[in-house]
């Protein structure tokens, strides 16, 4: 299966893409993509990595798994195509935080390309998903290829800050150093949990004052 991957994270994953579970998972992966219906569709799979190359890397957004309805998932966490109507329930949530947290209007259409293009890398932990069936790619191999990703951040690079969303995505704080980095925690922004905790977390405010004692660039959210 022929994969379109950024140079930069192509060089940072060679050794994790050359073991056995990861070339195990995308033998099992192209098997599924002949067969089933899964998303995101395999042009957009590292979406995330080729919109926000490594050495761009400023913030790291971690969810669950793909967007189980066909035609939302794309490559992005918690993004939509700008075509979809209405919002992924998540992503809904997600902008009425913006909302309050920035006191501005969201952006319009639920396509975050744009925050890749700033330096967040939007990824989720598990990457692909079979239409209808949340968590049906859970523990095929995903887990290993991400946490990879996130521990090759934390070892080579300094002050990410890493928004954990829901409790699959705070499993990857044991993976951050907390000495160089930065982690946000909060609730996972669907329906079920937003009001458990990530409402009122201010994720986006918070992160523009971390870089600006680190004197970056802030995320033109």
Same mark, same amino acid.
């Given at each position: 299966?022929?994969?379109?991957?950024? %140079?930069?994270?192509? $060089?940072?994953?060679?050794?994790?893409?050359?073991?056995?579970?990861?070339?195990?998972? *995308?033998?099992?992966?192209?098997?599924?993509?002949?067969?089933?219906? $899964?998303?995101?569709?395999?042009?957009?799979?590292?979406?995330?990595?080729?919109?926000?190359?490594?050495?761009? &890397?400023? !913030? &790291? *957004?971690?969810?669950?798994?793909?967007?189980?309805?066909?035609?939302?998932?794309?490559?992005?966490?918690?993004?939509?195509?700008?075509? !979809?109507? %209405?919002?992924?329930?998540?992503?809904?949530?997600?902008?009425?935080?913006?909302?309050?947290?920035?006191?501005?209007?969201?952006?319009?259409?639920?396509?975050?390309?744009?925050?890749?293009?700033?330096? &967040?890398?939007?990824?989720?932990?598990?990457?692909? &998903?079979?239409?209808?069936?949340?968590?049906?790619?859970?523990?095929?191999?995903?887990?290993?290829?991400?946490?990879? !990703?996130?521990?090759?951040?934390?070892?080579?690079?300094?002050?990410?800050?890493?928004?954990?969303?829901?409790?699959?995505?705070?499993?990857?704080?044991?993976? *951050?150093?907390?000495?160089?980095?930065? !982690? $946000?925690?909060?609730?996972?922004?669907?329906?079920?949990?937003?009001?458990?905790?990530?409402?009122?977390?201010?994720?986006?405010?918070?992160?523009?004052?971390?870089?600006?004692?680190?004197?970056?660039?802030? *995320?033109?959210?």
């Amino acid at each position: 299966m022929e994969l379109k991957l950024d %140079p930069t994270w192509k $060089i940072k994953l060679r050794e994790v893409m050359e073991t056995s579970v990861y070339q195990n998972l *995308i033998l099992r992966i192209e098997k599924s993509y002949e067969l089933e219906d $899964i998303w995101p569709k395999q042009e957009n799979l590292f979406k995330a990595f080729n919109l926000c190359p490594f050495d761009r &890397v400023k !913030v &790291v *957004i971690l969810g669950q798994d793909p967007y189980p309805t066909p035609g939302h998932a794309h490559g992005l966490s918690f993004s939509v195509p700008s075509t !979809v109507a %209405p919002l992924a329930k998540s992503l809904q949530n997600i902008f009425k935080e913006y909302e309050s947290d920035l006191k501005r209007k969201p952006p319009k259409g639920g396509d975050l390309s744009h925050w890749a293009s700033e330096g &967040v890398l939007l990824l989720n932990s598990v990457l692909t &998903v079979q239409a209808g069936q949340p968590q049906s790619h859970q523990n095929w191999g995903w887990e290993f290829f991400t946490d990879h !990703v996130i521990s090759i951040l934390s070892k080579e690079k300094k002050g990410i800050i890493f928004i954990l969303w829901g409790k699959t995505a705070e499993k990857k704080a044991a993976l *951050i150093d907390e000495s160089t980095h930065y !982690v $946000i925690k909060s609730s996972h922004p669907s329906p079920l949990s937003a009001y458990r905790g990530f409402f009122g977390s201010k994720p986006f405010s918070k992160t523009n004052e971390l870089l600006a004692l680190q004197d970056k660039q802030h *995320i033109n959210w």
